[in-house]
């Protein structure tokens, strides 16, 4: 296997590089005082950074090579998840208030503040190993790709040479050159999808001549609105589950939210999750689209453009289209991705780990003890998702964004219900909680294990392998909705008949405990600005959603 990358390419992919090396040296020489600097950046980021840290989180080298091996395969179905830009605003305007107020460093921290310590450690535990299921392994996986394609070298080397060079500055400089490398890798991610976006659309011959060669030979190509017996795509489990899926990962997830609770306060934590919600919009242009335009280029063009597996739609498109000079810029970008995504997982572990199960068992650790342990706890993460690799290729048919979420509806629905009641409703306790999450995790190990044992193309010979295949088969889509509707009847049911919490206890924490000089604050927290540019694109994400129908 040879490199695509000649002198140039190589220089420039260098340059970047360095860059990335001297962000990362920046911020080690500052050094970490604390757990506060090493887990939150000391409390103290703008809304700029937030924003592009929010965004390079989510966006990992599974959305540039997932998302585009989707678009390839099915068209535009899976954009309903890259549309969960309005669910970002709901995390500024909806939860972040309630979260800065408490004072939580972590996700697991706040459910003991608002119920009690054993919905604190399940929801540390969950974490870890949704973290292990999902993220770590799907972009190593990713990762591996994208560096065997590009630079030439097999598979597991790229992968884990990635992840060591990931590993050292995050485990070195902690959320710091996290965050700020972040900035510096959105750039060039954007840049460089944007530029292949934009010569894929000139080979193909434009976008009404993309159109055209796609719907000829897959007329629902275009197609965000599959019906609802759709065996893969139907629209309400897309729209409807999918914003389960997503409140539970924008909203809930500490993977995302700590970027937030890097802010000083309110206003630019909210600001940043408004910007950050603006950039998630444009994966759809700079991955999707790159995607399809694979699809229709290897119809127009199957000598040149050929794809043996739709996840290798996007580096194919890398080696094939772009001159010197821009593939040592776009394969950057693409490393970028991989590493930006891995480095905000290496730190939302090591921070979960360390604040909710470590310092939990031992509260009287020094602060430089605990920022020593969070530095080893990574190491683990890392070598358990490499070990799930394997495994992926059962689940989701082998396409790897469609793998990613599947997992994610049936992690999400039990989160999801009892933060959102637990945060609108004052009267849900802390057995309702607890009660929620392991039966929500109970229906997670049945669903995820039925699908991993159950093949599509294997039909079931007893009545209750025949029950147990249906059950398998369900859409992933609207299992969360069934897991979610189960979940709230379970939380609802639980607080009403059981005893109330005691309210003093969760002042400021729930929307019914407000005092009047928090409900105050809340007010002056945001300008007409913030609220204009909400609304602005709440109206492009409907506009979006109203092109893609066919």
């Known amino acids: 296997m040879g490199t695509v990358l000649e002198g140039l390419d190589w220089i420039v992919l260098g340059i970047y590089f360095l860059a990335l090396v001297a962000v990362a040296v920046w911020v080690v020489l500052q050094k970490n005082k604390n757990t506060e600097d090493y887990f939150l950046a000391g409390r103290n980021v703008g809304w700029f950074v937030i924003g592009a840290s929010i965004f390079a989180s989510n966006i990992g080298s599974e959305h540039v090579v997932g998302l585009a091996g989707t678009g390839f395969e099915s068209g535009t179905p899976m954009a309903h998840y890259e549309l969960h830009a ?23 921290e706040f459910l003991e503040k608002r119920f009690d310590s054993r919905s604190r ?32 070298i097999p598979f597991w080397y790229g992968a884990i040479g990635i992840v060591i060079f990931t590993g050292v500055y995050t485990v070195i400089g902690g959320m710091k050159a996290v965050i700020y490398t972040e900035t ?34 897959s007329p629902d190509h275009f197609n965000m609105w599959r019906p609802m017996n759709d065996p893969n795509f139907p629209w309400t489990g897309l729209l409807i589950g999918g914003t389960i899926v997503g409140i539970w990962y924008w909203c809930t997830d500490q993977y995302i939210v700590q970027r937030t609770l890097a802010a000083n306060n309110i206003k630019i934590g909210r600001r940043g999750a408004i910007f950050g919600a603006y950039l998630k919009l444009l994966p759809i242009l700079i991955f999707l689209v790159p995607g399809i335009i694979a699809f229709a280029l290897s119809i127009q063009n199957p000598e040149v453009f050929s794809i043996e597996k739709a996840d290798r739609a996007f580096p194919m498109l890398v080696k094939t289209l772009l001159p010197v000079g821009l593939k040592g810029l776009v394969a950057g970008g693409l490393m970028a991705a991989l590493m930006s995504s891995l480095a905000s997982v290496f730190n ?30 990574t190491g683990f993460i890392v070598v358990l998702g490499i070990i799930w690799i394997p495994i992926m290729e059962k689940i989701g048919g082998g396409v790897m964004y469609q793998y990613l979420q599947n997992v994610q509806s049936y992690i999400a629905p039990p989160v999801t219900a009892v933060f959102l009641l637990g945060i609108i409703w004052k009267r849900v306790n802390a057995k309702a909680a607890i009660t929620t999450l392991l039966t929500g995790l109970l229906l997670l190990i049945l669903r995820l294990g039925s699908e991993i044992y159950y093949q599509p193309q294997i039909a079931a010979a007893k009545t209750l392998d025949g029950i147990m295949y249906e059950f398998a088969t369900i859409n992933f889509a609207h299992m969360a909705i069934f897991m979610f509707i189960f979940s709230v009847i379970v939380c609802v049911s639980v607080s009403l008949f059981t005893t ?15 005092t009047p000089e928090q409900k105050q604050e809340n007010k002056g927290s945001y300008d007409t600005i913030d609220v204009v540019l909400s609304i602005i694109l709440v109206i492009l994400v409907i506009g979006v959603l109203s092109y893609f129908t066919g």
């Open 184 to 217: 510096l890798q959105t750039v060039i991610l954007i840049l460089g999808s944007i530029i292949i976006t934009y010569l894929g659309l000139q080979e193909v011959g434009g976008w009404s001549q993309l159109r055209d060669t796609v719907t000829a030979v």
């Open 121 to 152: 450690w399940f929801l540390s535990v969950f974490s870890l190993v949704a973290y292990v299921l999902t993220k770590v392994s799907v972009t190593i996986y990713a990762g591996g790709i994208v560096v065997s394609e590009l630079l030439g």
């Open 500 to 514: 109330a919490p005691n309210y003093k206890t969760i002042v400021g924490l729930s929307f019914g405990t407000l």
């Open 86 to 108: 309005w669910i970002v605003l709901l995390l500024g305007w909806l939860f972040l208030p309630f979260y800065i107020r408490s004072g939580a460093f972590t996700m697991p």
């Open 348 to 377: 939302s572990c090591s921070t979960i780990f360390t604040i909710d199960i470590y310092k939990k068992l031992k509260p009287n650790m020094t602060e430089v003890k605990l920022v020593r342990v969070g530095q080893i706890a």
